[in-house]
């Protein structure tokens, strides 16, 4: 199959970085964005301040408002806007093109992940999902990033891997496309907790034992899903769970800073936080853990933290409270 040219939907943050990782490889690539201001910015100035701020884009990315067919089409919208997005390409320019999706989130309503969302609206899609711990702002600067490119084993992800690659941007190929996505949408509700520790000023101690223990969490509803463990250990797991739940660049852990120090969600919400996919992702999650019947405490305490019904003190006095039992 060529795989050359490439069509990122999205003109956000991570849809600008990697159109500037395809380009700067030497990618024929096309942005897809539907703000017009955003288009003309991208095409004229070559850059994307909203969400990019002065840095400079590759001259190369064009960018257009409607869609325009390639070789690889990579969905980068947030992940609660997928399935609009979706509904505004004809599925026939999808059919049996590799589809990459991007984002990290699992759908309210249908509980859906992305790859179950493409699989409603192009169905003859070839899906796959790029994860791992790879903020926009470095993909785009051209930092090292390393990411796992997730597909079901049946087709070649290897090839897939090879025409995404770039100087900065290397992709690991991978079969376990349902551990990748749990995974990277549990990864930001995880985050929004850690956030919270540190706001709540509880200190690294609670923080690291969270993350531990959020690993293990993600761990037990990933394989009752059908994913596997030790994708958990890669760059999609691991990898990301590190980065997000550990600086305040990452929107959800910002997010679950200003929980942690009093702030509602509602508060933080209309004060213009940046996209936190967590937030919504976070009661689905909840429900996932009790349809697959796993126990996800931590699921759950994020859940009481962004309603809003107990304080982080009272939310973790509970998590101490439960009882002892051995570690695995
Ligand atoms: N920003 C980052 O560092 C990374 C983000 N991601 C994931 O990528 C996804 C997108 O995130 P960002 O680009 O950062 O968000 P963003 O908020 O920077 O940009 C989102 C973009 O999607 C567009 N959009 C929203 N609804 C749309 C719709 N219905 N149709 C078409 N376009 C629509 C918006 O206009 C905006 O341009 C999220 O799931 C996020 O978790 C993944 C890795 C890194
Ligand atoms: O997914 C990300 C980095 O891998 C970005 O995290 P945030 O969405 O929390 O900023």
Redesign the pocket.
Known sequence: MRLETVTVVGGGAWGSALAQAAATAGRPVTLIARDEKIVDEINTRHTNTRYLGGLALDVRIVAESLFVPADIVVMAVPAQATRQALAAIDPEFLARRPVVLTA?GLETGTLERQSEILGAMAPLAVPYVLS????AADVAAGRPTAVTLAGDGASDTSELAAALAGPSLRPYAADDRVGVEIAGALK?VY?LACGAVEGAGLGFSARSALMARAYAEMARIVTAMGGSATTLTGLAGLG?LT??CTTP?????TFGLALGRGESTQEILAGGA????GVATAPVAAELAERFEVDAPLVAAVNQLLTGVASITHIVAGLMARPLKRES
């Open positions: 990290k791992g711990p790879s903020f930001n985050a990301d980065l997000s660049q990452s929107r959800n852990y940046g996209l936190a996919e």
